[in-house]
């Protein structure tokens, strides 16, 4: 039987390049926060200004293992929570557009295309409901818990379940495509990271370090690549779950493996350009020109994504149980286990604001266009514009140059 770690992490140079001082396992937090290790926060004068635009409440994640995530595109946004509710709402005023309820225990979404949104459930349930009117019009029995739902293309819903398995249904009726079944470790975290698509690929990492390459259409591999090797004396320490976000831009796949390495890959033939051991905490973010994560310390780091060159690496948050990162404009973010909102800029990693939000997040932040969407443990979803003052911008310029 496969086994699962006791909770999930986050919200859930050159490799090998001296001067990278990696965390030990004795750095994770399994049970609670550390308070004899957590940075105090310093004060900062905030060079972005960040205004509350809408909010919506939704029921509580608390005491849930899940990696439920909100969707948000130019028109809609769509939330579910564990008690199974689905709701849309608009993107500009946080309107409900309609509400809908699935059986079972939502564990994976939400997901969405042009016709459909989709849900999975404890329960081994893929629901797809509709766009537009909230209504189920299908839904498929899966051969393990529903732990992730990607739509991969017009007519394509990526399905990862609890057995180590990736599936295609098809996005108009449900249809079973094809699956590919992938031997788990002993021991792993409960999760599966959201593949990245590359015209008729899908690439999706997996719980041994792996990432692969398979076609839409028929499963078939075009390359497997591991960036992370299970090393350490004991199956905790060997831990190297792919686990968050994989990235795709300009020819280079970007990805994290939990407690273990980062690195970015080839697309053409999954050939690995690098790899860096920082026993990295949750998923990663990229910008153009740049890799980020953060460690079991705490620290965020910043590499060159074509080379792993370090650029930067901040420390000043340390054991503040940080979220995975994302790029907002010319910074990168993260959120603490109190609800602090920190800014990181990019270019040298200097901490140049800070806004508290209340309440922990359930999920990373998700940026799209102008506006950060924060999605807390207690069920509001608060959405907020940001705005760099014109200080910070005249010096984000002098740094980038």
Not at 144 to 164: F, H, I, K, W
Request: glycine share 8%; aromatic share 8%; net charge negative.
């Amino acid at each position: 039987m496969r086994m699962t770690a006791p909770v999930l992490l986050g919200v859930l140079g050159l490799s090998g390049c001296a001067g990278v001082d990696v965390p030990d396992i004795e750095d994770l937090n399994f049970w609670g926060d550390d308070s004899s290790r957590v940075a105090p926060l310093q004060s900062v004068v905030n060079r972005v200004a960040l205004t509350p635009i809408w909010e919506h409440r939704v029921d509580s994640y608390e005491d849930v293992t899940s990696q439920i995530l909100p969707y948000v595109d130019d028109e809609s946004v769509f939330l579910t929570s564990p008690s199974g509710k689905v709701v849309a709402l608009r993107v500009g005023t946080g309107q409900v557009v309609w509400e809908s309820e699935v059986e079972g225990q939502v564990l994976a979404g939400v997901a969405a295309d042009s016709a459909h949104v989709y849900v999975g459930t404890w329960e081994r349930m893929v629901y797809a409901l509709d766009r537009a009117t909230g209504q189920i019009v299908w839904k498929q029995f899966m051969p393990s818990e529903v732990l992730m739902l990607a739509s991969v293309s017009e007519d394509a819903l990526a399905v990862r379940t609890n057995d180590g398995r990736i599936s295609m249904l098809r996005s108009s009726d449900g249809e079973l495509q094809w699956s590919h079944i992938h031997t788990s470790p002993a021991l792993s975290l409960r999760g599966a990271g959201e593949p990245v698509v590359d015209g008729d690929r899908v690439i999706s990492g997996f719980d041994d370090g792996r990432l692969i390459s398979f076609d839409i259409s028929d499963g078939r591999q075009h390359w497997d690549a591991r960036l992370a090797m299970a090393t350490g004396r004991n199956e905790l320490e060997r831990i190297v779950d792919v686990d968050g976000k994989v990235f795709l831009d300009d020819g280079v796949v970007d990805a994290a493996a939990q407690l273990s390495e980062v690195g970015a890959i080839e697309v053409t033939e999954g050939r690995v350009l690098w790899t860096q051991d920082i026993r990295v905490q949750n998923g990663p973010a990229i910008d153009e020109v740049a890799f980020y994560a953060v460690d079991t310390r705490g620290s965020v780091w910043a590499f060159n994504r074509r080379t792993g060159a370090l650029y930067w690496r901040q420390g000043a948050l340390a054991y503040r149980n940080l979220s995975s990162p994302a790029i907002a404009g010319l910074h990168a973010i993260v959120v603490d286990f109190e609800g602090y909102l920190h800014w990181l800029r990019v270019t040298d990693g200097a901490i140049v604001a800070r806004h508290p939000l209340g309440s922990p997040l359930q999920a990373p932040p998700l940026v799209h266009l102008d506006r950060i969407y924060f999605l807390h443990q207690n069920g509001r979803f608060a959405v907020y514009q940001y705005v760099p003052l014109k200080s910070e911008l005249d010096e984000s310029a002098d740094t980038d140059g």
